[in-house]
Nanobody, 122 residues
Framework: EVQLVESGGGLVQAGGSLRLSCAAS????????IGWFRQAPGKAREGVSC????????MYAASVKGRFTISSDNANDTVYLQMENLKPEDTAVYYC???????????????WGKGILVTVSS
């Protein structure tokens, strides 16, 4: 079965850092793009970042560019999101998702994880 399992969330003070992990299984990881999305309280889900294992390309939302870094460990079928200089507005449930081939920061993904909470305090 397809699984995307997020880990690494939690509570952090503004200015701090967290690293989220997305462990993938049940599909051809090397042929997919893995993205991170988030949904803050009262807001719509939005794309944050994406890494394509097909061509190595990356994408970032303007709100996180320069602070977040996405990377892929193909040997372990795991994608990471290193989050630096976190802000209270980064507080959200973060979801890992996958789609074939290439990155798009839209909700049209093939597979979704269950999400993990990141809370950034002032």
């Amino acid at each position: 079965e397809v699984q995307l399992v997020e880990s690494g969330g939690g509570l952090v003070q503004a200015g701090g850092s967290l690293r989220l992990s997305c462990a993938a299984s049940g599909f051809s990881f090397d042929d997919y793009a893995i993205g991170w999305f988030r949904q803050a309280p009262g807001k719509a889900r939005e794309g944050v970042s994406c890494f394509s294992n097909s061509d190595g390309s990356t994408m970032y939302a303007a709100s996180v560019k320069g602070r977040f870094t996405i990377s892929s460990d193909n040997a372990n079928d795991t994608v990471y999101l290193q989050m630096e200089n976190l802000k209270p507005e980064d507080t959200a449930v973060y979801y890992c998702a996958a789609r074939a081939r290439f990155c798009y920061l839209t909700l049209g993904m093939d597979y979704w994880g269950k999400g993990i909470l990141v809370t950034v305090s002032s």
